[in-house]
């Protein structure tokens, strides 16, 4: 059970007595120490009041007015790099990336021997490859961009917003995405492995021929506008997630826990493994898309003789 107080949580301003410095909560989760390979559960990350490098912080303290209370002006009030989306009874917290104060820093490669990058924007690159592994990506924008081979393994997102790119077949194991928007972008092939999923949007995506194994919600999650011709679903937990105006012709729900997946506003009379889905949300007129999908899946001949 956490023990962290209530008062320290992303978005609040707070005090590093270490460093002497105000700053606001950028991150909280676990974390892994790219030089010393020391896991850190529950670090806290900072950015500095008006914008800056966002940097770990080993303690805090709440603050209480500090110096500008103290002169008698009023105490700033806390910002919050997070905008709010609702999909059915799905609530997702996203990054707000364009808030006035926050500084994204162009960079060249995502990368880093540190392990860590943040606060950054990526984009209007055409790769060859991109090989990633162990590595955080904390606060930043990644847009057009194209890679005809991407592995990434434990390749951690949080606060990251990805457009407009075609990251191909992609192979993603072992990573945790948090509140993270993923739109207009394609993973076309893509295999997508033991992957937690906590406020994730995918908007507007290819996702054709794509397998999820493994992949777990761990908080709301949302495929909105989304093709998933002939994608797979195996050994999968989507409890509460949402699928909204998706294409769903031939997509496979394998074992899995779908418990209040939300599946309204979709075509279901051409999707495979209808027995799997016990326990999900639909309207009352698609009854008989999942009467046809059965009788399809299950080769059943209908006929008056």
Request: proline share 4%.
């Amino acid at each position: 059970m956490s023990r962290r107080p209530s008062w320290l949580y992303e978005g609040a301003r707070v005090l590093d007595p270490a460093e002497d410095r105000e700053g606001i909560v950028q991150f909280i989760g676990d974390w892994e120490d790219p030089k010393t390979r020391r896991f850190i559960p529950e670090a806290v990350f900072l950015r500095p009041e008006g914008g800056g490098v966002t940097g770990r912080t080993s303690s805090t303290r709440r603050h209480r007015g500090g110096p500008a209370a103290a002169r008698g002006h009023p105490t700033p009030t806390t910002r919050s790099t997070m905008a709010i989306r609702t999909f059915g009874h799905a609530t997702i917290t996203l990054p707000e990336l364009d808030e006035p104060g926050l500084y994204l820093s162009n960079v060249d490669s995502l990368d880093s021997s540190r392990g860590t990058i943040q606060d950054f924007a990526y984009g209007d690159a055409d790769l060859r490859s991109l090989d990633l592994a162990q590595t955080q990506l904390v606060t930043g924008r990644i847009a057009s961009m194209r890679a005809k081979r991407v592995e990434l393994e434990a390749v951690n997102l949080h606060g990251v917003e990805i457009t407009g790119s075609d990251l191909g077949s992609a192979r993603w194991t072992g990573s945790k995405l948090t509140r993270v928007h993923i739109r207009d972008c394609k993973l076309m092939g893509a295999a997508l492995d033991s992957l937690v999923l906590d406020d994730v949007l995918f908007e507007d995506c290819k996702f054709d021929f794509a397998t999820f194994e493994k992949v777990r919600a761990t908080g709301p999650v949302a495929f909105i506008g989304c093709v998933l011709t002939e994608a797979t679903f195996t050994d999968c937990e989507l409890s509460d997630s949402v699928f909204t105006d998706c294409t769903l012709r031939l997509t496979e729900f394998g074992t899995g826990r779908y418990r209040n997946t939300d599946l309204r506003e979709n075509d279901l009379s051409a999707i495979r493994g209808v027995a799997n889905l016990a326990k999900v949300r639909i309207d009352p007129g698609q009854q008989s898309d999942l009467a046809e999908a059965l009788v399809s899946e299950l080769d059943i001949t209908v006929g008056d003789d």
